[in-house]
């Protein structure tokens, strides 16, 4: 399985917006779902955003609707999370994550057992009120 390393995390504020980025390495995204996972301090981790294989099928989670967009390039074996209008409730670590079991659904994301998702180290997320 492709080695998945997140980048763009940081310190923003409140309103402020962000793009995270998920690049693969020794093996390739482009045939898999995709998406994003979060876990803040002390709470269970969450799901965030997804995509299907070919990018033009997402999901989000309640709380990411209408605020972030999901997007990828298989061209660059990269996958995006862009999220606008950040709040202080959006600080937590970000993961990427693809199909471990070759789903291309978005779907294959959501209802995945963790064990069943490859995924990356995290990237940390600060957002100050």
């Known amino acids: 399985q492709a080695q998945l390393v997140e980048s763009g995390g940081g310190l923003v504020q409140a309103g402020d917006s962000l793009t995270l980025s998920c690049a693969a390495s020794?093996?390739?995204?482009?045939?898999?779902?995709a998406g994003w996972f979060r876990q803040a301090p002390g709470k269970e981790r969450e799901f965030v955003a997804s995509i299907n294989w070919s990018g033009h099928s997402t999901y989000y989670s309640d709380s990411a609707k209408g605020r972030f967009t999901v997007s990828r390039d298989n061209a660059k074996n990269t996958v995006y999370l862009t999220m606008n209008t950040l709040k202080p409730e959006d600080t937590a670590v970000y993961y990427c994550?693809?199909?471990?079991?070759?789903?291309?659904?978005?779907?294959?994301?959501?209802?995945?057992?963790?064990?069943?998702?490859?995924w990356g180290q995290g990237t940390q997320v600060t957002v100050s009120s």
């Open positions: 020794g093996g390739t995204l482009s045939t898999v779902a």
């Open positions: 994550v693809t199909s471990g079991t070759g789903g291309t659904s978005f779907t294959d994301i959501v209802q995945a057992p963790p064990r069943n998702l490859n």
